[in-house]
């Protein structure tokens, strides 16, 4: 079955930078978009934006234009999600998702379990 | 960016209830729009994309409605596992946005 794994909880301190993994499997990774959304505690949720895993084209949500990178590994199905210069309200639970259909239609479905990043001093 | 309005912000019904949930978009998005139901501690599920097209596997007491601005998710003849907070989202246009959420306790 179509499944997304993300990486295990961070916790970093005020200027680091995290890097989440996706690991996807049950399909054809270079066929579908991936997508970042996070939820901050108690919040709703957010889209920092996609990437296309067969070019590595990405487009950033505006609020994290020059912080987020978006990469992927097409070799182990991998993709994954870098955050830099984290701030206290960067904490929250980050998720990857699969795009639901193969041209792209901006829907997610699966979505990966989460990863809650911590940022602390 | 667009702006995605839901209404009520929570909303209490009982089971067997009929549940609807408002959704509004600041500017037109034709019929891309998908709702999604979060559990706590669980990533959000798909129910209804395409503003009316129920994904696979979810129950056929869920139905979506609506087109442009304005749309509705219904819920009718709430059953125990449908306590959880509902987001609609807008598919049409970078950066995607999300409703800020409906609790239905």
């Known amino acids: 079955q179509v499944q997304l794994v993300q990486s295990e909880a961070e916790v970093k301190k005020p200027g680091a930078s995290v890097k989440v993994s996706c690991t996807a499997s049950g399909y054809i990774f270079t066929n579908y978009y991936i997508h970042w959304v996070r939820q901050a505690p108690g919040q709703g949720l957010e889209w920092m934006g996609w990437i296309n895993p067969n070019t590595g084209n990405t487009i950033y949500a505006p609020s994290f234009q020059g912080r987020v990178t978006l990469t992927r590994d097409t070799s182990v199905n991998v993709a994954y999600m870098d955050l830099s210069s984290l701030r206290s309200d960067d904490t929250a639970v980050y998720f990857c998702?699969?795009?639901?259909?193969?041209?792209?239609?901006?829907?997610?479905?699966?979505w990966g379990q989460g990863t809650q990043v911590t940022v602390s001093s | 960016d667009i702006q995605m309005t839901q209404s009520p912000s929570s909303v209490s019904a009982s089971v067997g209830d009929r549940v609807s949930i408002t959704c509004r978009a600041s500017q037109g998005i034709g019929s891309w729009l998908a709702w999604y139901q979060e559990k706590p501690g669980k990533a959000p599920k798909l129910l209804i994309y395409?503003?009316?097209t129920l994904q696979r596997g979810v129950p056929s007491r869920f139905s979506g409605s609506g087109s442009g601005t304005d749309f509705t998710l219904t819920i009718n003849g709430l059953q125990p596992a449908d306590f959880a907070t509902y987001y609609c989202?807008?598919?049409?246009?970078?950066?995607?946005?999300f409703g800020g959420g409906t609790k239905v306790e």
């Open positions: 998702a699969r795009d639901l259909r193969a041209a792209r239609h901006n829907y997610f479905d699966p």
């Open positions: 989202q807008q598919a049409n246009s970078s950066p995607l946005t």
């Open positions: 395409a503003a009316s």
